[in-house]
């Protein structure tokens, strides 16, 4: 445990680290891992092995990420079009435009809305399945295999799906609302009902990812801390409250750690339902680049709404990952 | 256990239990239900209202999706970058969750190497497909499977990698010691006991790695054109283009979803125990 409360104790630093080593550690262990028992092999022996360990994913990352990276970071410094002759170095006026321009802000809040939103749902939804599958006496394992299917779906297919199914004169979803008298919305056609379809179909692919990291969160749960619990008279709404929530903190970051980070990069179902449309009512920060990039061939300004994104996203993931490992050490510690 | 289920003695909570659960398993069935059914019903009936719900049954449609060949080339182009993707992903997780873990390290560094790791996986697709794209065409790669293979790992493998550390990190450490303190190299400690011991890690991470790679449309569809298109650039063509009507588009999603499902369904475990490894107090 020390090192997790070292760890939590430094929210400067990286948080991914240092928990398997708590069982050598010893004394101030966690700043430095160093130290091992006298007869293992010289350090630098180590090191060398684990250079050689670490080499396959050094290279295709620094291939495949670096190398693109600092090009697209070029990119976004220029006026670089196919459109034109000659490429010229534009410093940060890519940058500028973009932050006073009013569909750039409108795309951001496009982004924010529909991750906050299609999130929260699938959390709460996946938190309700999971407690009542969790508690399950038979099926459990078969009704978890269904539900995860949506998220083993191919995309593409499940927009296609989605789009004979939303589809306004022919659809089966307003045919079966005209049956029991609902209001017949044009789902995807509609600049106030566009977002929402979206997310209606983000909600159904995604939630069974978080419903599965909560099933697993929940089985990590000893009965006895319920059992104890219901001998000091506590109500099922209290046990909820009190014992699992908290305990099913790491899990539920994880879980919001990656759709957060996967809602803010949606583009599938973007492109094929909607375009961004109608009007602008769908354009994401991700979608907007994807359309000033490759629809408008404007490299310049398409990499740099990209980077922006990222920043915003490595900003979040550091964030969320200091909560991960505060929860982390609070679940130890109770 | 059986205390646990009994705590609440009114009927009130497993009867909202099974009722939230059926609602919820029409609400995850409906829409494969949907997509299978128009699959199978004759193309003419495909769109009418009120819906045809489950009868004259066919398979013609997916007679006609595989009668020109250019469908199976994109699955096969599919399957092949697939393997590959998940091939190339798992053994660099699975080297470097050892090394990262298992081997004398200076922890700051480590911290930062898994943080970017894991940055890999933010990168908008833009940022990684446009400048991929300008350098696969000064190289000759655009539009071929290598190339393809070469985007996909790049957003594929930090989260595999990911999860193989974590996998590692919860293998006692005290394992691999008793083993080096025997006179192991490294490299037979990794290969004697700490592969055997993450070999499910690694079975989840593998079926992960493929749901992504297979699923994958961005990157397949600004990298290639027609000479490696892959399954879902093919079908999202098929739709924009019209060239197929609605019954046989259904059969193609249909055909493209079939073996991530039997992968689901043969891999759950693992892939249960894979995703849920990131939030397990090592």
């Known amino acids: 445990m020390t090192s997790t409360r070292n760890a939590a104790a430094s929210p400067s630093r990286p948080a991914l680290r240092q928990r398997g080593w708590r069982k050598r550690g010893s004394g101030p262990a966690g700043t430095d891992a160093r130290q091992g028992s006298p007869t293992r092999q010289p350090v630098d022996y180590q090191r060398r092995a684990r250079r050689g360990f670490l080499l396959?994913?050094?290279?295709?990352?620094?291939?495949?990420?670096?190398?693109?990276?600092?090009?697209?970071?070029?990119?976004?410094?220029?006026?670089?079009?196919?459109?034109?002759?000659?490429?010229?170095?534009?410093?940060?006026?890519?940058?500028?435009?973009?932050?006073?321009?009013?569909?750039?802000?409108?795309?951001?809040?496009?982004?924010?809305?529909?991750?906050?939103?299609a999130v929260a749902v699938e959390l709460t939804l996946a938190i309700l399945v999971g407690y009542a599958l969790h508690r399950l006496r038979r099926g459990g394992s078969a009704l978890r295999t269904l539900f995860i299917l949506?998220?083993?779906?191919?995309?593409?297919?499940?927009?296609?799906?989605?789009?004979?199914?939303?589809?306004?004169?022919?659809?089966?979803?307003?045919?079966?609302?005209?049956?029991?008298?609902?209001?017949?919305?044009?789902?995807?056609?509609?600049?106030?009902?566009?977002?929402?379809?979206?997310?209606i179909i983000d909600i159904w692919q995604w939630t069974p990812f978080i419903l599965v990291i909560i099933v697993g969160g929940l089985s990590s749960i000893p009965d006895e801390i319920y059992e104890a619990a219901q001998v000091d008279g506590a109500s099922a709404?209290?046990?909820?409250?009190?014992?699992?929530?908290?305990?099913?903190?790491?899990?539920?970051?994880?879980?919001?750690?990656?759709?957060?980070?996967?809602?803010?990069?949606?583009?599938?179902?973007?492109?094929?339902?909607?375009?961004?449309?109608?009007?602008?009512?769908?354009?994401?920060?991700?979608?907007?680049?994807?359309?000033?990039?490759?629809?408008?061939?404007?490299?310049?300004?398409?990499?740099?709404?990209?980077?922006?994104?990222?920043?915003?996203?490595?900003?979040?993931?550091?964030?969320?990952?200091?909560?991960?490992?505060?929860?982390?050490?609070?679940?130890?510690?109770? | 256990m059986k205390s646990v289920r009994t705590r609440s003695p009114r009927w009130t909570g497993p009867f909202l239990r099974w009722i939230g659960l059926g609602v919820y398993t029409l609400w995850v069935i409906f829409p494969l239900y949907w997509l299978i059914r128009t699959s199978l019903v004759p193309s003419v009936d495909a769109n009418s209202l009120p819906?045809?719900?489950?009868?004259?049954?066919?398979?013609?449609?997916?007679?006609?999706?595989?009668?020109?060949?250019?469908?199976?080339?994109?699955?096969?182009?599919?399957?092949?970058?697939?393997?590959?993707?998940?091939?190339?992903?798992?053994?660099?997780?699975?080297?470097?969750?050892?090394?990262?873990?298992?081997?004398?390290?200076?922890?700051?560094?480590?911290?930062?190497?898994?943080?970017w790791v894991l940055s890999s996986r933010m990168a908008p697709p833009i940022a990684v497909a446009l400048p991929l794209y300008f350098i696969y065409v000064k190289i000759h790669l655009e539009d071929t499977l290598l190339g393809l293979i070469i985007a996909q790992t790049a957003?594929?493998?930090?989260?595999?990698?990911?999860?193989?550390?974590?996998?590692?990190?919860?293998?006692?450490?005290?394992?691999?010691?008793?083993?080096?303190?025997?006179?192991?190299?490294?490299?037979?400690?990794?290969?004697?006991?700490?592969?055997?011991?993450?070999?499910?890690?690694?079975?989840?991470?593998?079926?992960?790695?493929?749901?992504?790679?297979?699923?994958?449309?961005?990157?397949?569809?600004?990298?290639?054109n027609t000479a490696a298109r892959t399954g879902p650039v093919a079908l999202y063509q098929f739709i924009g283009y019209e060239s197929l009507?609605?019954?046989?588009?259904?059969a193609a999603s249909c055909v493209i979803l079939i073996p991530t499902v039997i992968v689901v369904g043969l891999f759950q475990r693992q892939l249960v125990s894979g995703l849920t490894f990131g939030a397990v107090k090592g």
């Open chain 1, 56 to 117: 396959p994913l050094t290279l295709v990352l620094g291939v495949v990420t670096i190398a693109p990276f600092l090009y697209a970071v070029w990119l976004s410094l220029t006026d670089a079009s196919p459109l034109q002759h000659g490429t010229h170095f534009t410093g940060i006026k890519n940058y500028e435009t973009l932050v006073t321009s009013s569909s750039f802000w409108q795309a951001a809040l496009t982004t924010i809305i529909f991750t906050v939103v």
């Open chain 1, 237 to 334: 709404l209290q046990q909820m409250w009190r014992i699992t929530v908290p305990l099913l903190r790491p899990y539920i970051m994880v879980a919001c750690l990656f759709r957060v980070i996967d809602a803010l990069k949606t583009f599938d179902s973007i492109q094929v339902l909607t375009s961004g449309g109608p009007g602008t009512a769908t354009t994401t920060l991700n979608y907007y680049s994807f359309q000033q990039a490759i629809n408008n061939l404007q490299f310049g300004p398409g990499t740099a709404t990209a980077l922006i994104l990222l920043v915003i996203a490595l900003l979040l993931t550091k964030f969320l990952l200091g909560r991960l490992e505060k929860s982390r050490g609070q679940a130890v510690a109770r």
């Open chain 2, 51 to 115: 819906p045809d719900w489950f009868s004259h049954l066919g398979i013609s449609s997916y007679q006609a999706v595989f009668s020109s060949g250019a469908f199976l080339t994109a699955l096969l182009h599919s399957l092949i970058v697939s393997a590959c993707v998940t091939a190339v992903a798992v053994l660099c997780g699975t080297f470097a969750g050892f090394g990262l873990t298992h081997l004398r390290r200076n922890v700051r560094v480590t911290g930062n190497y898994e943080f």
């Open chain 2, 155 to 224: 957003t594929v493998v930090g989260i595999i990698s990911w999860i193989m550390i974590e996998t590692f990190r919860s293998i006692p450490a005290e394992v691999l010691e008793a083993a080096e303190a025997d006179g192991c190299s490294s490299w037979r400690a990794f290969r004697t006991i700490g592969w055997p011991l993450a070999r499910p890690g690694a079975v989840g991470a593998a079926t992960i790695a493929f749901l992504l790679s297979w699923n994958e449309f961005f990157l397949a569809l600004v990298l290639t």
């Open chain 2, 245 to 250: 009507n609605l019954g046989q588009l259904a």
């Open chain 1, 150 to 199: 949506p998220m083993a779906a191919a995309p593409i297919a499940v927009m296609y799906d989605w789009q004979l199914i939303f589809n306004a004169l022919s659809g089966v979803a307003n045919y079966l609302l005209g049956k029991v008298g609902l209001p017949q919305p044009d789902w995807l056609g509609s600049a106030h009902m566009a977002l929402p379809s979206l997310m």
